[in-house]
T-cell receptor, first 113, second 111 residues
Framework: DAGVTQSPTHLIKTRGQQVTLRCSPK?????VSWYQQALGQGPQFIFQ???????QRGNFPDRFSGHQFPNYSSELNVNALLLGDSALYLC????????????FGAGTRLSVL | KQEVTQIPAALSVPEGENLVLNCSFT??????LQWFRQDPGKGLTSLLL?????REQTSGRLNASLDKSSGRSTLYIAASQPGDSATYLC??????????FGAGTRLFVKA
């Protein structure tokens, strides 16, 4: 049983470019959340998707957008990249339900030059 | 607004020592609290999950406690080993929509 998988593992972009990160949830999971982790800090919640809709959003600008597909996989898109967007982007999945445990992927390391 | 704080920010101990990592949260209305381990540049590995109705959870040399009324959780590591060196994160699940993380405690266990 594969866990949460993210691609790519590493990515280098330049300022102003756009990037798409991908996440496949753990088998049987229907809810996907995205987090941004800057160096030396804890992960910060970006947004969560369930039933192909964004359910909740953290304090991130509209440059950050996402999508969930019918197979529950998800994409995170970031437009007009800034140097400050350099971070580890983590995807987490779980089965819908307030008490259910989240499982995290290994993350995508994005470097913006 | 839920805020999670971890103390200390960094800790260095000799091998074999027992240690305690602290986590505090401002809003006691949590569904559960989770402890993670993160190795440098890597993703998160879940260590222990404590539901709001529970007081503690144990896994091997790890024991996590939860006191909702005081807004505190502790992670106890017994007989520490160099392989335990990592960053330990606690996270409060505030009702399923989002999880609030602390900044982590960086642990170094000296051989």
């Amino acid at each position: 049983d594969a866990g949460v998988t993210q691609s790519p593992t590493h990515l280098i972009k330049t300022r102003g470019q756009q990037v798409t990160l991908r996440c496949s949830p753990k088998s049987g999971h229907d809810t996907v959340s995205w987090y941004q982790q800057a160096l030396g800090q804890g992960p910060q919640f970006i947004f969560q998707y369930y039933e192909e809709e964004e359910r909740q959003r953290g304090n991130f600008p509209d440059r950050f957008s996402g999508h969930q597909f019918p197979n529950y996989s998800s994409e995170l898109n970031v437009n007009a990249l800034l140097l400050g967007d350099s971070a580890l982007y983590l995807c987490a999945s779980r089965l819908q339900g307030a008490k259910n445990i989240q499982y995290f992927g290994a993350g995508t390391r994005l470097s913006v030059l | 607004k839920q805020e999670v704080t971890q103390i200390p920010a960094a800790l260095s101990v000799p091998e074999g020592e027992n240690l305690v990592l602290n986590c505090s949260f401002t809003d006691s209305a949590i569904y559960n609290l989770q402890w993670f381990r993160q190795d440098p540049g890597k993703g998160l590995t879940s260590l222990l999950l404590i539901q709001s109705s529970q007081r503690e959870q144990t896994s091997g040399r790890l024991n996590a406690s939860l006191d909702k009324s005081s807004g505190r959780s502790t992670l106890y590591i017994a007989a520490s080993q160099p392989g335990d060196s990592a960053t330990y994160l606690c996270a409060a699940n505030t009702g399923g929509f989002k999880t609030i993380f602390g900044a982590g405690t960086r642990l170094f266990v000296k051989a």
